[in-house]
């Protein structure tokens, strides 16, 4: 049962103290050793929170043949439709049931407020696994006319082998995203979730396997990229794979891929997205919309809008406003019940993040708040919201892609 406050809401600080995660990789619907162990680092407070299994390419051969016999001998994809569609939705209300403890392994191994993984993450988890549960027999066959003297028919078959990597910004949610539309047709999957960020997404597979799923249908291999997701990307017996992450990742996917045996990728990389402000807009929407955009997940979002491109005629009443929001969401405690923003991932990160800023600001642009980290006697890793005025378009700060809570300011005159 979880923990509340005297407000009712869940105690986070306390349901972090006793919530617990598989460790191990789950292949063939058991739970193994991999070779080796590494450590979960919690950026709250830089303590190791667990140590969890991490595979290479011996786990992954073992997982992907895991996935090709649950696969080929149609012990998923032979479920009638309403019974898979069954599977799927008891996942997701068993994942609502747990949606407290999913969403403190959330604050726990990635920094993200408590609150808001439970409010919004899991949500979307709940929805997805549902939504394709529900669509399991509604994927049809069709049969139609084309001419009196023939017929067509249109069969939609499973892939079979799926592989995906997930990144560490929205463990669960891009998890679920690639899981439950496979699942749903009767493809097998073999997940590889980044390693800054497996519990979560061990806990979901474990609830999988409670609401049903066949061993060896979903197969969950913790590791690093370098070796677990080359792997998967290079492996010759995957049909599909998936891939969220940066855009130089993706290159290195779609090479793997290519070079084994032209699988079909699906990729989602790294942006440099703009909200661009004429002086007709409404601007107190806008500048809630361009602060919403970079400061949410701490600016770790590849559809964060890093860019404000803002006409000079108005520059100056949207910037202030999103000062001023920048101010009332400082980072805090993740397991802190109203904590505006959470912590970055990782020291690391929060180092990339430090010094693209620092670097940039010799070449273009001038630090209006921010800039620096804070919270620094914690141990975690946490930066505030950091706007950086009159930056140049052809300036590292408006080019590349920093992953944080940075908004870089740009002005036009017309369009």
């Known amino acids: 049962m979880t923990t509340t406050s005297a407000s009712g809401t869940p105690d986070w600080a306390a349901l972090a103290d006793s919530v617990s995660a598989p460790t191990d990789l789950l292949i063939g619907g058991a739970w193994r050793g991999g070779s080796a162990r590494m450590p979960v680092v919690s950026p709250i407070d830089g303590r190791v929170v667990s140590e969890v ?100 028919m249109i069969e939609r078959e499973p892939a079979g082998v799926v592989g995906a990597i997930t990144p ?55 590791g690093t990229g370098a070796e677990a997701g080359h792997a998967l990307a290079s492996h010759g017996d995957v049909d599909v794979l998936t891939f969220t992450g940066s855009t130089a990742t993706g290159r290195a996917v779609v090479a793997a891929s290519a070079a084994s045996n032209l699988k079909r990728t699906w990729l989602e990389l790294g942006g440099k997205g703009a909200n661009v402000v004429f002086p007709d807009a409404d601007l107190d929407k806008a ?39 920048a101010e009332r969401t400082q980072p805090d405690n993740p397991l802190a019940a109203d904590a505006p923003m959470g912590a970055i991932v990782s020291s690391r990160q929060l180092d990339s993040i430090h010094g693209i800023v620092t670097e940039g600001l010799r070449d273009s642009g001038t630090l209006l708040t921010g800039g620096s980290p804070v919270r620094v006697d914690s141990g975690g890793s946490y930066y505030p919201p950091t706007i950086v005025d009159d930056v140049r378009p052809d300036s590292m700060l408006a080019q590349r892609e920093i992953f944080g809570p940075v908004l870089a300011v740009s002005t036009f005159t017309d369009e």
């Not at 980044?194 to 999988?208: F, H, K």
Request: proline content about 4%.
């Open 168 to 222: 560490w910004n929205f463990p669960l949610t891009i998890a679920a995203w690639k899981i439950a539309p496979a699942l749903a047709v009767g493809c097998s999957m073999v997940l590889k979730p980044a390693e800054n960020s497996p519990l979560s997404a061990l806990y979901l597979a474990q609830l999988g396997l409670e609401a049903g799923l066949p061993e060896g249908v979903l197969n969950v291999v913790n």
């Open 287 to 325: 500048a809630t919309m361009v602060a919403w955009s970079i400061f949410y997940n701490a600016g770790q979002m590849c559809s964060a809008g890093s860019r404000l491109i803002v006409h000079e005629s108005v520059k100056d009443v949207i910037v202030d406003a999103v000062l001023r929001i």
């Open 53 to 152: 299994a991490v595979g290479g390419a011996a786990e992954i051969d073992a997982a992907v043949a895991a996935a090709r016999a649950s696969f080929e001998d149609r012990r998923w994809a032979g479920m009638s439709p309403m019974d898979r569609k069954d599977v799927l939705i008891r996942w997701a209300n068993l994942a609502m049931e747990h949606a407290d403890d999913l969403a403190v392994l959330h604050a726990l191994e990635m920094g993200k407020p408590a609150r808001e993984a439970r409010a919004v993450d899991m949500r979307a988890v709940y929805r997805t696994l549902r939504w394709y549960g529900e669509a399991c027999d509604k994927v049809l066959d069709e049969m139609p006319k084309v001419a009196d003297d023939a017929w067509a």
